[in-house]
């Protein structure tokens, strides 16, 4: 079965220092990558998507990832944390076709230290 | 522009009981996808429907159900609850490209909080 792992349940980060949360997703053609992040009692919100071109997306507030085939990974990262960015973070794939639903991993949460 | 809307916020039901909870989709929006987020999990795909039209079905039982209306607004249906039915349910919108909904992406609404007891 397609699967997204995130193998990191929580981390946590001094503001002002770098981040990368890691994401792995089970083999398949042309995946459909997403970060989603989601604060507390909210819903979710689209940080940025790769499907195709470079292998490097930026995304909304100061992101980036990174798709890496050999490695089947969506690696997530920025340069510099700030304190709002404390949430908990989901990495999602899908696989295309007429159905377009998505597999989410099991989330990490960010904790940011002043 | 409004994102996509969801009603009730938050849901108290008691065991047996049944529920219905609401979305609008963005604007122009014609897809409609659910999501069940139990506490300490990521989103669960429950339903998608497109032009009033199931097009995706999750892994859950028959006491969920769901349909949409002409105007692209969804109704997501739970029969006889059950406490693992407690959960935040998460409405997501998108629009068909060329490629597909993915390419375009989803918009999530704020979901709504439901408690069984």
């Known amino acids: 079965a397609q699967s997204v792992t995130q193998p990191d349940i929580h981390i946590t980060v001094s503001e002002g220092a770098s981040l990368e949360l890691r994401c792995n997703y089970s083999y398949g053609a042309t995946p459909y990558l997403f970060w989603y992040v989601q604060s507390p009692g909210q819903g979710l919100q689209l940080l940025l998507k790769y499907f195709s071109g470079d292998t490097l997306v930026q995304g909304i507030k100061g992101f980036e990832a990174e798709f890496k085939r050999s490695q089947s990974s969506f690696n997530l990262r920025k340069p510099s944390v700030h304190w709002s960015d404390a949430a908990e973070y989901f990495c999602?794939?899908?696989?295309?076709?007429?159905?377009?639903?998505?597999?989410f991993g099991k989330g990490t949460k960010l904790s940011v230290k002043p | 522009d409004a994102g996509v809307t969801q009603s009730p916020t938050h849901l108290i039901k008691t065991r047996g009981q049944h529920v219905t909870l609401r979305c609008s989709p963005i604007s122009g929006h014609k897809s409609v996808s659910w999501y069940q987020q139990v506490l300490g999990q990521g989103p669960q795909f429950i339903f998608q429907?497109?032009?009033?039209?199931?097009?995706g079905r999750g892994n859950f039982p028959d006491r969920f159900s769901a349909r949409q209306f002409p105007n692209y607004s969804s109704e997501l249906n739970v029969n006889a609850l059950l406490l693992g039915d407690s959960a935040l349910y998460l409405c997501?919108?998108?629009?068909?490209?060329?490629?597909?909904?993915?390419?375009?992406?989803?918009?999530f609404g704020s979901g709504t909080r439901l408690t069984v007891v």
């Open positions: 997501a919108s998108s629009q068909r490209e060329v490629r597909g909904f993915l390419s375009y992406g989803y918009t």
């Open positions: 429907y497109y032009e009033k039209e199931e097009r």
């Open positions: 999602a794939v899908g696989y295309g076709g007429s159905q377009g639903n998505l597999i």
